[in-house]
């Protein structure tokens, strides 16, 4: 099965104008690809995102997900993982036990390897005891994607996930995203910085004003390599 497919994807925000968020948007995702969505601020790579994990309703157009239509209201499947900005911690718990409990919530049994490596992603030292309300919003950040990860989903959606990190952050998070995608996994990855996701990425989507600019390889879009 296709990880994700997008057919004929549009989106307003408010019926009544012609301004589109996400117009006659169509590509798709192989397994094993690391996809970089690029685009400026206001390009649709947010809406897009929210579209396929269906947080918000498209107007028109289909997403398929490992083949499976995506529906409003409808749960989204448990091969795939989402990091979108504004996730939420119980404050007053460690970062540990936040993830803890997203684990025991998803119905797995107690995995203690897998929650260690996650927390080794989210590179948060002895701050990993400590209570989330003491966090930084990078920490905080960090925490959330590696709670994306926890489930080793076959399709990770990481929504501008080094924004606010710091360059060695930046570094790590592009290593984490690189190993991920071995073993067939697929990552599909947003940025408005061609720099952050042309070593990471092997495909890009390139969006501007809503509508899809170029798709294709890296190195093609790049044009080197
Ligand atoms: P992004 O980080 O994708 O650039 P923004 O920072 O522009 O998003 O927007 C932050 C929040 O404000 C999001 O929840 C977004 O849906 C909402 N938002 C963005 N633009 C508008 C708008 N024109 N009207 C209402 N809400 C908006
Ligand atoms: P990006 O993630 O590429 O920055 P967005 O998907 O956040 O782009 O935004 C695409 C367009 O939709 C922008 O013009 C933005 O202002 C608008 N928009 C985003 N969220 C909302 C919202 N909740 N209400 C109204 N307009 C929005």
């Known amino acids: ?86 996730a939420g911690f119980l404050p007053h718990l460690t970062g540990r036990a936040n993830l803890e409990l997203y684990w025991r919530a998803t119905g797995r049994p107690a995995a203690d390897a897998r929650l260690a490596e996650a927390l080794d992603i989210a590179g948060l030292g002895t701050a990993v005891d400590r209570a989330v309300r003491t966090y930084s919003q990078g920490m905080r950040q960090r925490l959330a994607i590696a709670q994306a990860m926890l489930g080793l989903p076959e399709l990770l959606i990481l929504d501008e996930p080094t924004n606010g990190l710091d360059p060695p952050q930046i570094r790590a998070m592009r290593e984490v995203m690189t190993r991920y995608a071995e073993d067939g996994r697929t990552v599909i990855v947003s940025s408005h910085l061609l720099a952050e996701v042309e070593q990471t990425c092997t495909h890009l989507v390139v969006m501007a004003g809503g509508r899809l600019v170029r798709a294709g390889p890296v190195a093609d879009i790049v044009g080197h390599g």
């Not at 289909?62 to 989204?76: D, K, S, T």
């Open 1 to 86: 099965d296709v990880p994700l497919r997008i057919t004929g994807l549009s989106k307003r925000y408010a019926k009544a104008t012609d301004r589109y968020a996400v117009r006659d948007l169509s590509f798709q995702v192989a397994r094993g690809q690391v996809l970089g969505l690029l685009g400026p601020n206001g390009a649709g790579k947010t809406t897009t995102l929210r579209m396929l994990m269906g947080l918000i309703t498209p107007d028109a157009g289909e997403i398929r997900l490992f083949g499976h239509a995506v529906a409003p209201g409808a749960p989204v499947l448990s091969r795939v993982g989402a990091f979108v900005e504004g």
